[in-house]
Each structure stands twice: as structure tokens, then as C-alpha cells.
């Protein structure tokens, strides 16, 4: 008795395949064929709106190209040939994502020839940047202007005022100069 | 190294601005078509009227396919251009034939009640000899010459300026 319904669940899960069998002997079945017919359809532009595929796009011209992409997918068709198909009738507009061939290369060249010389020249500047800082004071100080005795720099002025890189604290001899001044006027 | 590079900086977003320049300065509504200088699609339609038609038993040196719709306003614009190719040419020379566009045969016939004209209009069940002949919307009008390969496309409503000289200039080719 278990055997029999055993053997009645078996037949049961095989039946809708059997019906199947069918789509099958053509190649696909149909929900292989709807599945494949969304993806071309996804990569391809809809004629009457700006830049939506075939799939999204509700427009009756792009519900009749789905139907189209299906029955030429149904009838044997590999989705490349659908897709030439479509090309031969609208152009390459018709492809969301220009094929990279010809001058169609440069979409996909340039933001990564962009991206590199970025890269280069940001790798050269900060280095340039690194290297014009770590000789130390000379370079910092070039622009300093050792400002007269009135008004005396005051605590906040000092701390905004650039100083050695190295971090070693001391001063610079120009820094020491400028002290000495000081302290010669208040003498 | 580092002289060259000064200078080749500000010269950098030259050719991108240029691609930028040439991309805006295009006309987005003119679009491209793969079709014309190519065949033109077979196709087997039944006209309004029931009868079969293929574009090979057309006997007619030129065929003027205008793809067009009863609820499509351009329409009704070119229409009397239409109306006059099929008074000033000869059957033998141009045929003027309609295909329907997402379309009712009864607002096809009404519009053709309305507005006049006496040649036939085939229907187009799925779109799908418009999608044959990469039509985008209508109208959108395709002449084809004597052996049968589209020579022109001409998106949006004619006149019949531009028809005249299109058809005439096919006509000529093929000697009077």
C-alpha cells in the first residue's frame, strides 16, 4: 500500500514534466523561454521612451517587441541572434550597452584611461606635496614675514604660524633672531 | 617630464569637452536607422478591406509605405500630401500604401471617411511588420524603389514637397 502511493507521488511529481516534454523537444521550455526573453529584453532600448529596456517599458510598441523576442526565442533563435535581429532593423541604438567594437570602445576605455592618469598624477602631486615639506623650515618659511615688534605676536598667532615639519619643537635660527630682537628692544 | 606635464593639463578636458559639444549639439529626436539602403522586409497583410497583400505582388515602380494611426495628430497633417501623390502618379508608378499602427480597422476607417483618400491601408496585427521596418512611432513613411529596397525614411509628417522629390527622384532612376 505504501509502495503503491510511493509510486502515485512519483508519477505525480513527473507529470507536469512529461507535459512538458513537449516545449522541450524544441529546445527550451517555457519558463526557459520567458526567462531568456526577459533578459534580452532587458538589453534592449525601448523606441518610444528615453532610456528604458524593453522590460521595464509598459509602451504597446515594447510590449509587442517582448512578444516578438519570445516567439523568435520559442522558434529556435539564440538570444544573439534576436539581439542581431533587433540591430538590423533599429541600429545599435536599440542596445542599452553599445557593443565594444569601433568607437564604441571608447566608453568603455575612457573612464578607465580617466581613472589611471588620475591616479598617476595624484600619486606625482602628493609626493611632490610630501617631498616640498619634508626638508623642513627652509621651505616652510619661505613665505613667513617676521613681523615688527608692534604688534607682538600673541599665543593663538604663533600656534597658526607654520612650523618644522620633523617636529623636533625648536626653533628656526630666523625664529631665534626674531626672539632676540625682542628681547634686545624691551632692553 | 614635469614641463610637459604643465602643459599638457590645462589641454586635457579639451577632447572631452569636445565629445561633451558634440553630444549636446545633436539632434536627440533625429535617430538612426539601420534599414534604409537595405531590403525592405517582406511582408503578407490583409487590408482593411480583407483582401491579402504581399509587397512583392505590388506591382508599382515606387511604393510609399506610411505607417500611421487614426489617433496619431501628424497624421491628419500629412494626409493631403498622401491624397495628392494618389491624384498626380500613376498607379503603375507610385503606390501609396497604409499600414496600420496600433490601430482599430473602425478608426482607421473612420479617419479615412473623414479626411478622403482612396487607397488601401493593411493592418498589422502584433506591430509586427513595423518592428520589421524599425518604425519608432508614426508616421513614419518608407519609400521603396523598383527593386524593392527601402531608399528613404521619413520620420514625422511629410509634405508634399518632400514627397514629391523623393518619389521623383526614384522614378528618375529608373528612366520614364
Redesign the interface.
Known sequence: MRRLALLVFLLLMLAPESALAWKQEEGMSAAEVDQLSAEVAAQLRCPVCRNQSVLESSSGLAREMQSVIRDRLASGETPEEVRAYFVSRYGNWILLKPEPKGINLLVYLLPVAALLFGGVLLYYRIRRWTGATAPGPQASLAGLEVPDADPAPTQEGRAAEPTSPDGDGGLSEEEEEWIRQQIGSLG | MKRF?RWLIPLLPIPALA?LAFGLTRDVQV?????VG?AAPEFHLETMAGDSLTLAGLDARVVVLNFWASWCIPCRQEHPALVRATEVYDDSNVRVLGVLY?DTPEGAERFMRRFGGEWETVLDP???T????????VPETFFIDADRRIAYKHIGPLSWEILQTKVDSLLAVGGA
Request: avoid cysteine; charged fraction near 15%; hydrophobic fraction near 40%.
Open positions: 606635464g565629445l535617430l538612426p536607422s539601420a534599414i537595405e496600433q502584433g506591430t509586427r513595423a518592428i520589421d521596418f524599425g518604425v519608432y512611432g
